[in-house]
Antibody, heavy 120, light 107 residues
Framework: QITLKESGPTLVKPTQTLTLTCTFSGFSLSTPGVGVGWIRQPPGKALEWLALTYWDDDKRYSPSLNSRLTITKDTYKNHVVLTMTNMDPVDTATYYC????????????WGQGTLVTVSS | DIQMTQSPSSLSASVGDRVTITCRASQSIITYLNWYQQKPGKAPELLIYPTSNLHSGVPSRFSGSGSGTDFTLTISGLQPEDFATYYCQQSYSTPVTFGQGTKVEIK
């Protein structure tokens, strides 16, 4: 049974750095083909992909946010960390992490999401 | 980036109706198209990958088809639990991109 859960601050101030952790179980990030991705959703808006990391440490980022994002994985601790620098109120959103079962990058299991509000 | 455009943005339908949602890619994505369902306050759930394979536990009234740039999600016999927002997503290349969503509401 695959489960994922996001954790991190619910409120950050503008210009601060956001650090989110995705803790998962039921799979290993050392299994070929497997990955974890981050997706966000501003209130009332559509889904936006942010970043992903695969089992082989291949990392991909949204071009529009590339300079602000870093994704890292800890295979032994079963977690993936996303950092986003220079937060702005427009980054207010629910942030999800999700399991990627193969190099055909779709998301078959999702965490419950965590709402991050950016406000002074 | 590959742009994904869904139509319609919203629709009203009755229980038992057949509903079709369209997703168009800005370039060919072969068959690398996935569909998700999202209910209010919940995380999205995978329905179909890629193009026509039902994810585990998804009822058979959901089906997907298409290739190249044009894809459809069909719900044959809408049920009360199907009222939700549906998103398409291309997995042909990164950056991964989603459609803007189609909200299915009760008529």
């Amino acid at each position: 049974q695959i489960t994922l859960k996001e954790s991190g601050p619910t409120l950050v101030k503008p210009t601060q750095t956001l650090t989110l952790t995705c803790t998962f179980s039921g799979f290993s990030l050392s299994t070929p083909g497997v990955g974890v991705g981050w997706i966000r959703q501003p209130p009332g808006k559509a889904l936006e992909w942010l970043a992903l990391t695969y089992w082989d440490d291949d990392k991909r980022y949204s071009p529009s946010l590339n300079s602000r994002l870093t994704i890292t994985k800890d295979t032994y601790k079963n977690h993936v960390v996303l950092t986003m620098t220079n937060m702005d109120p427009v980054d207010t959103a629910t942030y999800y992490c999700a399991h990627i079962p193969s190099v055909n990058t779709y998301f078959d299991y999702w965490g419950q999401g965590t709402l991050v509000t950016v406000s002074s | 980036d590959i742009q994904m455009t869904q139509s319609p943005s919203s629709l009203s339908a009755s229980v038992g109706d057949r509903v079709t949602i369209t997703c168009r890619a800005s370039q060919s994505i072969i068959t690398y198209l996935n569909w998700y369902q999202q209910k209010p306050g919940k995380a999205p759930e995978l329905l179909i990958y890629p193009t026509s394979n039902l994810h585990s536990g998804v009822p058979s009234r959901f089906s997907g088809s298409g290739s190249g740039t044009d894809f459809t999600l069909t719900i044959s016999g809408l049920q009360p639990e199907d009222f939700a927002t549906y998103y398409c997503q291309q997995s042909y290349s990164t950056p991964v991109t989603f459609g803007q969503g189609t909200k299915v509401e009760i008529k």
